[in-house]
């Protein structure tokens, strides 16, 4: 296995460096890629399939395009000949830069993560953004859902189906979890009501800004359903709302 000693690019020559072709070349190809938008790997595959070889028994991979990439050698020093131009250098160095620095998620962005059914995009976040700016603009398409649910963390409804396949039948035991479901479904009711009434008043006080969105979603939305291409939000009182509903 071979154990390179000299960069790429280099040879020995009676006791100088000098460059050694057809590496010389194929450095400068290496940058001028990187610099016009080749990926790490695509450049690597590319060197596999029709460039010299890096090293004995050592293939081409990404870290071997980085490491070449870093090396400032290339530009020339007192013991390095110049392989590559100083401003062919400095652009890929730029261009490094720029894809190692991961952008920063805005405030949006990372509220929609907590309550998104799938990973958010730009569309998903475009469209979220749409859809609140149009219930600021029109609150009374917020309405109470037509029927309120049960708890789901409530137990009455299995409960009271188990004691009426039971024979005897425990009729004391059944009323009262009749009674009990009837309470639950007169507080779901009025929760409803009151988050109805709460996100029509929170909206129609809100301006909906570019800075204000990921606070009115984290305050309105329960969670951001998306399918194929449709986002539709669901609002803390249950209601489901798309575009189609904001004509």
Known sequence: MGNRKLPFGYRMQMG???RSEPEA??????????TLGASLKEIAEQMARTGPTYDVGKSWNKNMIARILENPKYTGTDSYPRLVDI???????????????LPE???MQKALR???SKPPTSEIEQQATHLLGRLAEQPDHITQPETASVPQHSTAQADLDSILNTQPLDEE????LIFQLAQEQYDAIGNAEYETERLRRLFTAFECTAELNAELLQSAVSAVLVTRQTVRLQLKNGQIIGKDDLV
């Open 25 to 34: 070349k194929a450095v400068q190809d290496i940058f001028l890629q990187y």
């Open 105 to 107: 998620r805005t405030p």
């Open 16 to 18: 100088e460096i000098v």
């Open 114 to 116: 907590r309550i998104c």
């Open 87 to 101: 401003k062919l250098f400095e652009a890929a160095a730029a261009k490094r830069q720029t894809k190692q620095r």
């Open 173 to 176: 035991a059944a009323r009262q």
